[in-house]
T-cell receptor
Framework: QKEVEQDPGPLSVPEGAIVSLNCTYS??????FMWYRQYSRKGPELLMY????GNKEDGRFTAQVDKSSKYISLFIRDSQPSDSATYLC?????????????FGTGTLLAVQP | NAGVTQTPKFQVLKTGQSMTLQCAQD?????MSWYRQDPGMGLRLIHY???????DQGEVPNGYNVSRSTTEDFPLRLLSAAPSQTSVYFC????????????FGDGTRLSIL
């Protein structure tokens, strides 16, 4: 079983739609849950992260973690064509080799104008 | 403010050739990593370093060598290129705290014929 599972998509939505992107993970030691966004032919960049369970909101983006079910979600409200990118979830343990991120395969999102 | 710089951006090699992918960061980050990104596989960790003079293997280290003689530079060497090493390679750096993001370069697209 992979440590992180993510539906690769592609996911195509009309502009203004609410988007839900999801990951599941297997390692209960993960405590930080990061979402990276990757535009075509660019490196990933951190979009937002949460610590432990709960929600975190940043503008049109909301990250949600349910540690009991090992489920991570990213919601995008009022999606824009500029949101078209690949979104990668990346859970991380606290301590140890702190730069050993485990990434999901990424979900390719296309927002149609 | 350059961040993480990778060179070259593109490279074509013949099977059996060797080459070095360069990575430099100007943020004085302790941690640096190399990933490869393949369709359907996501980002996989090749090697990482927690400081000058210290390196360790990631998930897919075979066929690659690294060294870290300075804080700024973390080159990745392909010893004898194989078609299976055709991929996009990303270098990343991060500061020491567990909740800090990884900063990625824009990648090197490598084709092995």
């Amino acid at each position: 079983q992979k440590e992180v599972e993510q539906d690769p998509g592609p996911l195509s939505v009309p502009e203004g739609a609410i988007v839900s992107l999801n990951c599941t993970y297997s390692n209960s030691a993960f405590q930080y849950f990061m979402w990276y966004r990757q535009y075509s032919r660019k490196g990933p960049e951190l979009l937002m992260y949460t610590y432990s369970s709960g929600n975190k909101e940043d503008g049109r983006f909301t990250a949600q973690v349910d540690k009991s079910s090992k489920y991570i979600s990213l919601f995008i409200r009022d999606s824009q064509p500029s949101d078209s990118a690949t979104y990668l979830c990346a859970p991380k343990r606290y301590g140890g080799a702190t730069n050993k991120l485990i990434f999901g395969t990424g979900t390719l999102l296309a927002v149609q104008p | 403010n350059a961040g993480v710089t990778q060179t070259p951006k593109f490279q074509v090699l013949k099977t059996g050739q060797s080459m070095t992918l360069q990575c430099a960061q100007d943020m004085n980050h302790e941690y640096m990593s190399w990933y490869r990104q393949d369709p359907g596989m996501g980002l996989r960790l090749i090697h990482y370093s927690v400081g000058a003079g210290i390196t360790d293997q990631g998930e897919v280290p075979n066929g690659y060598n690294v060294s870290r003689s300075t804080t700024e530079d973390f080159p990745l060497r392909l010893l004898s290129a194989a078609p299976s090493q055709t991929s996009v390679y990303f270098c990343a750096s991060m500061a020491g705290a567990a909740n800090q993001p990884q900063h990625f370069g824009d990648g090197t697209r490598l084709s092995i014929l």
